[in-house]
């Protein structure tokens, strides 16, 4: 498992398909499940909880402090938790979006001149410095550092890559000296949000959070600030990721950048020019972009299906029997103080309920999903979990990945730079590292380039996302 991260669990379930498979570890056994029936059972019950995971390993991933960890085992954890996700949903969620896509305009405005075709050597990168800088500015407002600093950046993919070393906790400063250097410039770049005198001007998801941590004894802008490199740790970890491998599948098929295009150009308010230097204004109501462009929803959920691998992971606080319902089957004990682990990779690509091309990117799949779905196929699909423990902020960046498709497609044309009649290549995904959902593009392959220009008759254009 150490050593082939995620993956394993694919290796574990075509060497014996069962139905739980217990793995038997120095601190007690590790049951994985598999099958669908008994997978809901798990992340309904009450006695499997993630939280209980976290908390050991909040001190050595971030360096937090005794006094901070006795706040946390004071029950700030769940108090940031309750928090957050109202601050993610209806309005606030609305303003977050806004806030996010208009950050994402700025950056394409400022990276890619009119009139002018752009070559991006690092395809990923360059998303990741673009969705990085959104979400930075959709938590922390026009304080933040990420917009200032492309240095953070770098320093924030330092922090996840080295983010297993910094957990085993042996001289860290030695052993995981770059991710260990890394955070503390983040902590010292975001210490000056959380003074009491830059309240008013952040963001409100970033004030709330902040009001917690001091509502728990949490007081110190410093500590406050290194606890929030974890949100901002989790909220780029696996978008960024999903947006590259969204893009790529898009983009690598022209038929599907001209069908996504037609849909988007529908939900576009486009002003009309009264000269050709004038600028034209194009207003998209960004809640509405799931709804009325299903082909890009579609592509969003099968990239969301076929890149996904999110491990989803409970502590059992009491014995509990598992069953596949009325319909009889074995039963399965689950004993106190063990961990229970599911795998989305293995149920994202099960032919039994995806068919035999569940391997292959089909976003037809997902048109009119749920309604036209299969009931195992509900429940094999769980990109951001289920249950209590859902990712709070899936729908943040559900809207970053579809705001910023839309963009391209519409404002942009992009090609492959290996050649004019090339498709834009889509790499192979390394295995997922354990913390993460999503794979990266395999560093033994040469970096995705491509070509981009602003279409014609869309060089002057200002976009302007609404609630």
């Known amino acids: 498992m150490a050593t082939q991260q995620i993956e394993y669990f694919h290796h574990l379930y075509e060497k014996d398909p069962v139905d739980i498979a217990a793995l038997p570890m120095l601190m007690g056994n590790i049951h994985v499940i598999f099958d ?28 937090l402090s005794p006094s901070v960890m006795q706040a946390i085992h004071s029950g700030m954890l769940s108090g940031l938790m309750h928090e957050t996700r109202p601050a993610l949903t209806g309005k606030p969620l609305a303003r977050l979006n806004s806030v996010a896509l208009g950050a994402l305009v700025e950056h394409l405005d400022d990276e890619i001149p009119q009139a002018e075709e752009l070559e991006i050597s690092d395809l990923y990168r360059w998303l990741g410095i673009a969705l990085t800088i959104a979400t930075g500015r959709a938590l922390y407002g026009s304080p933040s550092p990420l917009s200032r600093d492309r240095k953070l950046i770098d320093d924030l993919w330092s922090f996840k890559n080295g983010s ?82 969204t893009v790529i599948h898009v983009f690598s098929r022209l038929d599907l950048v001209e069908a996504i295009r037609n849909e988007c150009m529908a939900l576009a308010e486009v002003s009309s020019q009264e000269s050709p230097t004038d600028s034209r204004r194009v207003t998209i109501s960004a809640s509405q972009i799931g709804r009325k462009c299903p082909l890009l929803m579609a592509c969003y959920r099968e990239t969301c299906r076929l ?35 599911m795998p989305a990779g293995v149920t994202h690509r099960l032919e039994e ?100 220009r602003r279409r014609c008759g869309w060089d002057r254009v200002s976009w302007e996302f609404v609630d």
């Open 36 to 63: 669908l029936k008994l997978m809901q059972k798990a992340l309904s019950s009450r006695a499997m909880s993630f939280e209980p995971l976290l908390i050991p390993l909040a001190r050595p991933l971030l360096g």
């Open 307 to 341: 890149n996904g691998q999110a491990l989803l992971t409970r502590l059992v606080s009491e014995d509990v029997v598992l069953n596949r319902g009325r319909h009889g089957g074995a039963q399965h004990l689950i004993e106190a103080e063990s961990q229970v682990m």
């Open 353 to 452: 309920v995806w068919g035999p091309d569940a391997s292959e990117f089909r976003p037809e799949r997902f048109i009119g999903w749920p309604d036209t779905a299969t009931s195992s196929q509900r429940s094999a699909f769980i990109p951001f979990g289920s249950g209590r423990h859902i990712c709070p902020g899936r729908h943040l960046a559900q809207s970053e990945i579809l705001g910023l498709i839309l963009i391209l497609c519409l404002g942009y044309d992009m090609r492959s730079a290996d050649g004019p009649n090339m498709a834009i290549r889509i790499p192979i995904m390394s295995a997922p590292m354990l913390g993460s959902a999503v794979g990266e593009p395999a560093a033994h392959e040469d970096p995705v380039g491509i070509k981009i």
């Open 164 to 245: 297993q070393r910094l957990l085993v906790n042996i001289l860290p400063r030695i052993t995981a000296f770059k991710a260990y250097k890394a955070r503390e410039r983040l902590v010292s770049a975001l210490t000056p949000l959380f003074e009491v005198s830059m309240q008013d001007t952040i963001e409100d998801i970033s004030r709330i959070r902040a009001r917690v941590h001091r509502d728990y004894g949490n007081t110190g802008a410093r500590d406050i600030a290194r606890c929030e490199v974890a949100m901002l740790h989790v909220a780029t970890v696996n978008t960024i990721p999903l947006l590259f491998w």
